[in-house]
């Protein structure tokens, strides 16, 4: 809970300041999520973990890089990838340091944010309205 609640804060903060405006903002926060797993490993002084931790963080920070030239559709989906590593990170990885809890916190925020992206980026560009035409337009025929 406490994973969606911050996760909306902090978007809704970006969207009311105007910072998620800008197009690094999502793609920079998908940087800050992929790089905890490489803390956790540090902090658990696991030499493996942090190794795998590092190359799949290196994933995400390419995500977020292609993301930020390209298009944020593809941020928003690694960061719904993100939150489905999450659910398997403990049958996947075994990373000492992780706290138990993260794991949900991390794949709720992620989640969320992800979603709220995909919404904000459907609602700026006319994504939604011109679906929502389309459909219109089909039942009327």
């Known amino acids: 809970m406490i994973g ?9 903060f970006g969207l009311l300041t105007g910072f998620d405006r800008e197009r690094v903002f999502y793609p920079t926060m998908l940087i800050v999520i992929a790089t905890y797993y490489i803390l956790f490993a540090a902090m658990g002084s696991s030499m493996p973990a942090l190794t795998i931790q590092s190359l799949v963080a290196g ?12 298009n944020l559709w593809l941020t928003a989906a690694a960061l719904g990838v993100h939150a489905v590593f999450d659910f398997f990170h403990h049958r996947l990885v075994e990373n000492p340091g992780v706290p138990v809890w993260w794991p949900g916190f991390c794949l709720s925020f992620d989640g969320l944010a992800g979603i709220f992206l995909a919404v904000l980026l459907g609602t700026r560009s006319g994504f939604y309205a011109e ?7 089909r039942t009327h025929t």
């Open 4 to 12: 969606i609640v911050l996760a909306a804060v902090v978007c809704t």
């Open 59 to 70: 994933v995400f920070v390419t995500l977020a890089v292609v993301g930020f030239r390209k």
């Open 131 to 137: 679906r929502l035409r389309s459909v219109k337009w």
